[in-house]
């Protein structure tokens, strides 16, 4: 089995996949508790807490398989883009594991990571696909040729803040605690979408800008007494999730592609699911960061020649 080891934000993530793409066990501590007070998340507060639970997760995920190390034939783990002080605590265990038991080191891109959920079972998805990537720290468009992170290509990104980042921000507006995606998506559920109209960017080509909807709210919730905001949150947070669903939509419409998938945290929210009905979503519990994914892409990925030397990356190249 592989053993994947998943540190670049703010969960802890350890799991055990067989070479088959089946998941033994899935462990994720996440540390959300611990930034909520600060509206997000500390590096340095995220990397001393994944000091403190790496080794208990890799326990726990081998004791849910039912397994011990002599049953991991390899260790994967993400290597970026992240949390330069967070990758470093997973990349740093899985050397020493790696060393120890004279094992390969796959190192995983944590983006291939995430298209890699829709290669465990039972989804087990066949490119050619076209990919909807949305998290709090990315929103791709990618056309996935392949399952090796080379055969993917990106089609649109970006230019300002993630999805997940829009919904984080717009929950923090409406007073919804730290991560706000799955607060403001729970919120939404009781509001009217219609009532406010949330401009969607227009750019051209397949990428994306989300920082002026974020405004447009930010205008919104300024004008409001707090009473009157009390009343309209549930409205609000329904118009300006439409606003973000839409334009993700919008973009992956336009693509025309055949097959779409949707991964990442932001593949969770329940609109944008119902609003493609035809894409392939990955599993809501492979959505938010995870080690299954990283074990899942370490499956298309050559492990590293000289991995005591590999070094984490904070940004994509
Ligand atoms: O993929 P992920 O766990 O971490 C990154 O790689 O960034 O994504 C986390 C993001 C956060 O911004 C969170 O608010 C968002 O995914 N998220 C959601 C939902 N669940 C998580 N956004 C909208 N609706 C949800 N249900
Ligand atoms: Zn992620």
Not at 46 to 56: D, K, Q
Not at 59 to 80: F, N, S
Not at 205 to 233: C, H, I, M, N
Not at 266 to 288: F, G, I, K, M, Q
Request: proline share 5%.
């Amino acid at each position: 089995m592989i053993l994947g080891i998943e540190t670049s934000c703010d969960e802890t993530a350890a799991a055990l996949v067989t070479h088959g793409g089946e998941i033994r066990s899935s462990v994720v501590s996440s540390q959300a508790d611990l930034h909520a007070r600060y509206g997000g998340v500390v590096p340095e507060v995220a990397s001393r807490r994944h000091l403190e639970l790496v080794t208990p997760v890799i326990r726990d995920a081998l004791a849910q398989a039912d397994a011990d190390l002599d049953d991991v034939d390899t260790v994967a783990v993400t290597v970026g883009p992240g949390l330069i002080g967070a990758l470093l605590v997973g990349l740093s265990a899985a050397k020493a594991l790696a060393w120890a038991r004279r094992l390969p080191l796959v190192p995983v891109d944590h983006l291939h990571g995430h298209v890699a959920s829709l290669f465990l079972e039972p989804t087990n998805l066949e490119p050619p696909f076209t990919c909807l990537l949305a998290s709090g720290g990315h929103t791709l468009l990618l056309d996935v040729r392949d399952r090796a992170w080379e055969g993917v290509r990106v089609l649109g990104t970006t230019l300002d803040d993630a999805a997940g980042e829009a919904f984080d921000k717009g929950a923090r507006l409406l007073g919804l605690p730290y991560p706000g995606g799955a607060a403001l998506d729970e919120l939404a559920r009781e509001g009217d979408a219609t009532a406010y109209a949330f401009p969607v960017a227009r750019v051209p080509g397949l990428d994306f800008s989300f920082s002026g909807l974020k405004t447009a709210l930010l205008y919104v919730v300024r004008e409001l007494e707090p009473a009157r905001l009390e009343e309209r949150r549930a409205d609000l947070a329904a118009s300006y999730q439409r606003a973000i669903v839409r334009a993700l939509v919008e973009r992956v419409e336009a693509t025309g592609a055949e097959t779409v998938a949707i991964v990442g945290g932001v593949a969770a929210n329940s609109e944008l699911r119902a609003s493609l009905p035809d894409a392939v979503a990955a599993p809501l519990a492979l959505c938010t960061d995870n080690a299954a994914m990283i074990a899942s892409a370490a499956r298309y990925t050559p492990a590293a020649p000289d991995y005591l030397t590999l070094d984490a990356y904070a940004s994509a190249a």
